[in-house]
């Protein structure tokens, strides 16, 4: 059976970079909070042409000049998104046009910010197949467009980007080795954008209650839960594919809070330079966070060829997962 081999990676941020100063002239907030909850010193904002298929064209160009790829020769297109340009036609469509992917099926998948790691699930599946040869797997966000700008417990996380990962159907050893995919809906309502659905359709009722932008209730709670998740979802897949968490090179988490990476690192008993983060310059990107991370860490050189990497990530649904990849 093929593997999954990575073979390119790209990623994008606007130019406009919104810093924790400017918070606080638009809400009751103190750069000292943010950056001793969070980490976070500043994001990235899209530009208001900007839409998420823009910032994911840009990552994805990246990616394939890595991979060394014409966009015709790709076989599928998968966005991870929760900001997707508008509901049908999906981001991926957009991406496929505007890369000129003549022969790509196109897809998005809505699994919050546990998208990109959904992603790579459905992306080995795929390839293992053997009916596709090549895959464009992108995690693009605008949060901005979805935060309520009054509300200081949710604007300060967020912010925008897109990362790229280009997989190629291959022999050998490297590649996709396990994945582990989990949700619990009935813990959905305590991170949703409720308005804009068929539960919720537009009206001005849903606009007043400000039900189209993202509600969270109880940072806390998500906060716990995003720990023992991970680490749950991180030791079954080195369980599944019989490797020791000392032998991972890098760990690279879904980056929604700098103390949720440190203690998971903590809980799984890593060393401070075994975990990637990039949360102070970028914020929480939701699907756009591993793979804007991995891209930094592969063109730092911190990832070496045959370098075993652990994602793991956790988010609205409640979803959650994890995969082990031998770059
Ligand atoms: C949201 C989060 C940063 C809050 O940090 P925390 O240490 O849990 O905060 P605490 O619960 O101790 O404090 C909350 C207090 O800070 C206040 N607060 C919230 N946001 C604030 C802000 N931006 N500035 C100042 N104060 C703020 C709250 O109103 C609350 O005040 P109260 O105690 O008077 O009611 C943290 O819980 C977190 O990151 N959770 C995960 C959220 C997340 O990642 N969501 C997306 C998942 S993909």
Not at 20 to 33: G, H, R
Not at 101 to 123: E, M, N, P, Q, T
Request: charged letters at 20%; glycine letters at 10%; one cysteine or more.
């Amino acid at each position: 059976m093929p593997v999954a081999r990575l073979v390119g990676t790209g990623s994008y941020v606007p130019s406009r970079v919104l810093t924790n100063a400017e918070l606080e002239k638009m809400v009751e907030t103190s750069d000292e909070w943010i950056r001793t909850r969070t980490g976070i010193q500043e994001r990235y904002i899209a530009a208001e042409q900007e839409a998420t298929s823009d910032l994911a064209m840009r990552a994805a160009r990246q990616a394939l000049e890595m991979a060394q790829l014409d966009p015709a020769e790709l076989d599928m297109i998968v966005v991870a998104t929760i900001t997707p340009d508008m509901i049908f036609p999906s981001a991926a469509c957009f991406v496929q046009e505007g890369l000129g992917a003549k022969r790509a099926g196109a897809l998005d998948i809505a699994a919050a910010c546990s998208g990109f790691v959904y992603g790579l699930a459905v992306a080995d599946g795929l390839l293992r197949t053997g009916t596709i040869r090549t895959l464009l797997l992108l995690g693009a966000e605008t949060l901005s467009r979805i935060v309520n700008w009054q509300d200081r417990n949710t604007c300060v996380l967020f912010g925008d980007g897109a990362g790229a990962l280009v997989l190629r159907a291959s022999e050998g050893e490297r590649g996709i080795l396990a994945t582990s995919l989990r949700s619990d809906g009935s813990k959905g309502p305590i991170l949703m954008l409720p308005g804009g659905g068929s539960r919720h359709p537009n009206s001005q009722a849903v606009l007043d209650a400000k039900m189209n932008t993202i509600q969270m209730a109880g940072g806390n709670e998500v906060f716990k839960l995003a720990v023992r998740a991970m680490e749950e979802a991180s030791l079954t897949v080195l369980k599944q594919a019989g490797v020791d968490i000392k032998d991972v090179g890098l760990v690279i988490t879904h980056q929604a809070n700098l103390r949720i990476i440190g203690a998971l690192g903590q809980r799984l008993g890593l060393p401070e330079e075994k975990i990637y983060h990039n949360i102070q310059r970028v914020g929480n990107t939701s699907a756009a966070s591993i793979p804007l991370a991995l891209d930094e860490a592969v063109r730092a050189g911190r990832v070496k060829e045959g370098d075993l990497l652990l994602f793991a990530a956790f988010g609205g649904g409640l979803t959650w997962g994890a995969a082990l990849v031998r770059f």
